[in-house]
Each structure stands twice: as C-alpha cells, then as structure tokens.
C-alpha cells in the first residue's frame, strides 16, 4: 500500500517565487537535520544557483485537529520566527551561521482543498558533523579543532545579536568548502533577548538528549543569560566529547549516574543532586580525555570543564566570570583558545 503524503512532500517540480524550483525531495537520514516535520529538496535557481529547500509540514499534525484553524496559529508563528530571524542573520553578514537565501509559499495543485507550504531556501551544504561522524572511525584532529573554532565563533556571532542557539549538536552543524568550513545551521530552536519565541515556555528548546543537565531537572537558571547562553556553552563543550568519543555529554553523564539521581526519578531539589552529578561528570570528562590526542588533551580537557560544569555559576572561563562586569558566559576566549589549537594541528599536520 503506497503511504500517504502530505502536501509539503509534493514539491517536485513546482516552480517557486524569484525563479526558484524545487528540483528533487532529498530523502532524510535518521541522524538528519531539519526538524522531524520538515522535509529537504534540491532546489535550483534560473542561473543555475543552488540551494537546500526547507518545506514546513502543517498538514500531518492538523489532520487529527479538531480545530485545525486555531492549531495552524502556532506553527505559522514558529515559521515566521525563524525566516525572520533567519533573514536578521543574513542582513547582518554572520560568516559562521547558514544563510537563507529565499523563503515564501507555494500552492500544490490537484490537493483538495489548495493547500499552501511554507518553505525556506537556505546555502547548499555538502553535508554535516554528524554524517562525517558516522564515516570516519576517527576524525583528524586538525579538522575537529577548526570545526570547533568555526561553532564557537558562529555562537559568538549569533550572541552578539542577543541570540542564542539551543540546539547545537552534529547534526546541525553544515559543512561546506570541501568540508572545511563549519556553519551554525537549524535556528528553529533559538531565542532573541527581549523577544517570546513561540517555544519560549518550553523547559528544554533544543534536543532533549544534548540538554544541559539543570534543563533536565527542572532548575532553569533565573537570568535569560544563564538560561539560553548558558546553554549554547554546554552545547559547545558536548560538541567536544561528541567529536572525539562519538557520545554527547548528557547521555556519558547519564551512565555513571545512579538511577536513584536520574532526573526522571529524583524529587529532591538540584542542589541536592549536585555532588551526584558532580562525580558522574568527572567520570564523563576522564573518559573523553582519554580520546583526546596527548597533545591536545589537558587544554580541551580544561575548556569541557568550564563549558559543561553542571553548577551554571562557575560554566564559562574563569576570567569572564571574575570580571564585575561584562558576560561571564562569553565565548570570546573559546574562540581565540580552538583557533590557536587548529593552528597548531594544522602546523603540525603539514610538518610530519
């Protein structure tokens, strides 16, 4: 029996608005990016210009409505949230976050009653961190260290704007320039300061399984800072473990943690869990160690430290946290310390 598809899987073919086509559905790997109600195309400018095609899925998740108009509200706010924040980046020239190139709607025909896709086009990546993961047993040093500076700084840019990522991980970083350069890609998950995403209430923004612990138990730091930045430099340091051992940070927490102190099954307060958490952490961070090449090894293992610390009042650097003013969550010095560590790989990886 063929499945069904819903409109924003009948793109093929149609012709988009400024001379862009949606050539070809991509199909979607389980460890994909763009979302799980979403689906991918090549699309194809009149000039021969390529890009990535986001069509938003609506339809499957009103068909069970029983108020499918006041259902709709929701999601197109979500969309209009992210092209909109999308086209803010690109306006402001960010290096290291993907760029939208077009975004609009198209009616599919012959689907009673017409139905309408929102969609976005963004930059065609040759592919992601995750999928390079999944090729390589062991990734070269070099290209994680530059991957990891390029992250850092696409935060950095994006915390510049008072934006916050929230869902870093190697499925959402783009790779491009014969896989050289790393992009912040998915910002269906940020937060703007001073601006109510439409997922602002929600305890945890991004993928639950690379959330930082105090998400996961429910102590949601009381400053917007503490709370999204504070978040994007737990994802960084997850980034780390992820590169070199294949396994997030969470998930290498959660298995030296007592089942008693899980966060699905503890009822004391966070500060009572800290010790805990605190042990299995330390556990975590000796086990990536050990995958860290010897050279590298005591500066990254430092940087997890201080990006992944479970207390949030002593996440980020040292110095950025005993200054009296400025953001102790900064990412500035995270950026120089992975440009100075690819450098030196990079040096070293011409010279043997």
């Given at each position: 029996?063929?499945?069904?598809?819903?409109?924003?899987e009948l793109l093929e073919g149609l012709a988009l608005k400024n001379e862009w086509m949606a050539v070809k559905r991509l199909e979607r790997s389980?460890?994909?990016?763009?979302?799980?109600?979403?689906c991918g195309y090549l699309a194809e400018r009149s000039n021969g210009e390529r890009g990535y095609l986001k069509a938003l899925d609506f339809f499957s998740r009103l068909s069970e409505k029983a108020d499918p108009a006041r259902a709709l509200a929701p999601l197109l706010d979500a969309f209009n949230f992210e092209r909109d924040l999308l086209n803010k980046c690109r306006n402001s020239h960010l290096s290291r976050v993907v760029t939208a190139l077009d975004d609009g709607s198209v009616t599919v025909p012959n689907?009673?009653?017409?139905?309408?896709?929102?969609?976005?086009?963004?930059?065609?990546?040759?592919?992601?961190?995750r999928k390079q993961m999944e090729k390589a047993d062991?990734?070269?040093?070099?290209?994680?260290?530059?991957?990891?500076?390029?992250?850092?700084?696409?935060?950095?840019?994006?915390?510049?704007?008072n934006v916050a990522h929230q869902d870093l991980k190697p499925s959402n970083a783009l790779l491009f320039d014969d896989l050289k350069t790393s992009k912040l890609g998915d910002l269906g998950r940020a937060a703007t300061k001073g601006i109510e995403p439409p997922h602002?209430?929600?305890?945890?923004?991004?993928?639950?399984?690379?959330?930082?612990?105090?998400?996961?138990y429910g102590a949601v730091p009381a400053s917007w800072d503490g709370k999204r930045v504070g978040c994007d430099l737990y994802l960084l340091g997850s980034m780390i473990a992820?590169?070199?051992?294949?396994?997030?940070?969470?998930?290498l927490?959660?298995?030296?943690?007592?089942?008693?102190?899980?966060?699905?099954?503890?009822?004391?307060?966070?500060e009572e869990v800290l010790p805990y958490l605190r042990s299995a952490f330390y556990e975590a961070i000796a086990y990536v160690s050990d995958e860290v090449p010897a050279t590298f090894r005591s500066e990254l293992t430092e940087v997890m430290m201080q990006l992944?610390?479970?207390?949030?009042?002593?996440?980020?650097?040292?110095?950025?946290?005993?200054?009296?003013?400025?953001?102790?969550?900064?990412?500035?010095?995270?950026?120089?310390h992975f440009d100075f560590l690819a450098n030196k790989a990079e040096i070293k990886f011409r010279n043997d």
């Open positions: 029996m063929t499945p069904k598809l819903y409109p924003h389980e460890s994909g990016s763009g979302g799980a109600f979403s689907v009673p009653p017409p139905a309408t896709v929102q969609y976005i086009i963004f930059e065609l990546a040759e592919g992601d961190i062991q990734l070269d040093t070099a290209w994680v260290l530059r991957s990891l500076h390029h992250l850092a700084l696409g935060l950095q840019q994006l915390h510049s704007m602002y209430d929600f305890p945890i923004a991004g993928d639950r399984s690379y959330a930082p612990l105090e998400l996961l992820s590169l070199f051992t294949g396994v997030a940070m969470t998930p927490i959660k298995m030296g943690l007592d089942p008693h102190f899980h966060w699905s099954n503890w009822g004391g307060s966070y992944c610390d479970p207390d949030t009042s002593l996440r980020g650097h040292p110095r950025d946290r005993s200054m009296a003013s400025g953001n102790p969550y900064s990412v500035r010095r995270y950026v120089t």
